[in-house]
């Protein structure tokens, strides 16, 4: 697509429900990216994925989060048991692997943990 | 650990004036700094970028300014719009190593331009 597809926009879960998050990467873009927006904050790296190579998973703040990224391009982010504090924007971005370029990012998943 | 500060986190501009973002980091290691926009209940978007090699980038309205040895840079937006109103993030990656496309974002600022 022309560009980064997130999907649900919004999503209202019970705490303690597991939600999982797409996104949909530019065609062609080797770098898939996971951030959190929580309100009036900056942006909180979550997770990156280059490529084959491993994940650098430094940025997630639990072991109830976990992201995979299937054949190079689509990818899911999964919160397990989720927490009020969970409640944020999750916004998905790519680029090409280059030096160069910066991100694209999607519109975001709008997660609220009632 | 904060590795990027932005500040303010919010400021009111009058329409025509000029509004100024500042940031400053710590990681010397740094050597891509680039400013987003993001209007409400969109991603944020890449708006302007610069090296550590130039002092200033200009792109119509929008100008970084960089200062290597104070380790801070700057957004300028000459003749402010209420278009312009946002919020805009600054950021700064890392050279080389395994997850070198990784940014580091500032906190945000909350920019609104009044007509």
């Known amino acids: 697509g022309a560009g980064v597809s997130q999907s649900p926009s919004n999503k209202v879960t019970e705490k303690g429900k597991d939600v999982e998050l797409r996104c949909d990467p530019i065609?062609?873009?080797?770098?898939l990216y996971w951030y959190r927006q929580s309100l009036g904050q900056g942006l909180e790296f979550l997770i990156y994925f280059q490529g084959n190579s491993a994940p650098d998973k430094s940025g997630l703040p639990s072991d109830r989060f976990s992201a995979e990224r299937t054949g190079g391009s689509v990818s899911t982010l999964t919160i397990q048991r989720t927490q009020q504090e969970d409640s944020a924007v999750y916004l998905c971005?790519?680029?090409?692997?280059?030096?160069?370029?910066?991100?694209?990012f999607g519109s975001g998943t709008r997660l609220t943990v009632v | 650990q904060q590795q990027v500060k932005q500040s303010p986190q919010s400021l009111i501009v009058q329409k025509g004036g000029i509004s100024i973002i500042n940031c400053a980091y710590e990681n010397t290691a740094f050597d891509y700094f680039p400013w987003y926009q993001q209007f409400p209940g969109k991603g944020p978007a890449l708006l302007i970028a610069?090296?550590?090699?130039?002092s200033e980038k200009k792109e119509g309205r929008f100008t970084i300014s960089f200062n290597k040895s104070a380790k801070q840079f700057s957004l300028h937006i000459m003749d402010s719009q209420p278009g312009d109103s946002a919020t805009y993030f600054c950021a700064a990656r890392k050279a080389g190593g395994t997850s070198y496309g990784k940014l580091t974002f500032g906190q945000g600022t909350i920019l609104t331009v009044h007509p």
């Open positions: 971005a790519s680029s090409l692997a280059s030096r160069q370029r910066g991100y694209t």
């Open positions: 610069i090296r550590p090699d130039v």
């Open positions: 065609s062609g873009h080797t770098a």
